[in-house]
Structures are given as structure tokens and as C-alpha cells.
């Protein structure tokens, strides 16, 4: 992320599990081995309650699709298209989109550090709404192929 969130070694840990053979690797900052520092109390309970919602509606075990961390194969890429989202809610739509099509995936650990002292852009309510339509657009059953 462009505000420096991520670590930036865990990239490896991505391309690794790509080498493995996976199509998508996905990062969660709620596993066995993942840290995840200074996440604002009312933001995490906010994305707790979102992924298990996801969970429960795709039936999935994956516990952080909201997390922006993730590698594709171009094959992926191109089977999930069209992509409908504008925002960061596109970071729940490619993953469903993947799972859905079947796709083969990896969870790994990742670190996650919050932003120091700037301000984010990121305004709740407006993003809630456009995550909300993702999860339903795909949900949905839209054409993934």
C-alpha cells in the first residue's frame, strides 16, 4: 500500500506461493503468525464483522478478504473480469470473483503496521456502502468468466 502498511519482505512470501503453483495468494493479518500493529479499535471490529459476513455468505475460511495484499496469476486476472468496483472495495470483489471461478488459493501470514501520523482517506461509511455492493454483485451470481 502506498502508505506503507505492508511489509514489504512479505512480497517474497507472495511469489513463493505463486512459484508453488498457486493461481492467488492472499495475506491475512488475522493467522497464526501474522502481526498486525495500531489498527484503530473502531476500524478492526468494523472488518471483523464484514469478514465473517463474508465468510458465512461464500461459505469460505479465508478471514481477511478486506486486506488490499494480494497476488494473481494473470489467468485469474483475466477470468474475473469485468471488475465493477472503483474503490478499495475492489480488493473484496477480485478475491470472490477468484474463489467463485474456482481458482486455487493461498493464505499466508503477513505484517500489517497502521499509519503513523497522517491522515487516511478512508471514510467508513462510504466505503461500507461500496463493500456492501461488491459482496452482493458477486454474490449475486454475476458472470466471473
Known sequence: MGDGSD??????????????????????????GSKATGYPKIKLILNRLGNILIQLLFLIEYNDVSNAFKAYRIEAIRAMQPLVSQYFNITVEMPLKAIISGFSYAVIPITWNGRGSEVSKYRIGELSRKYIFSILFVGAGEDTA
Open 7 to 32: 511489509e514489504p519482505k512479505d512480497v517474497i512470501k507472495y511469489y513463493n506461493k505463486i512459484l508453488e503453483g498457486y493461481d492467488c495468494v492472499f495475506g491475512s493479518r488475522f493467522v497464526k
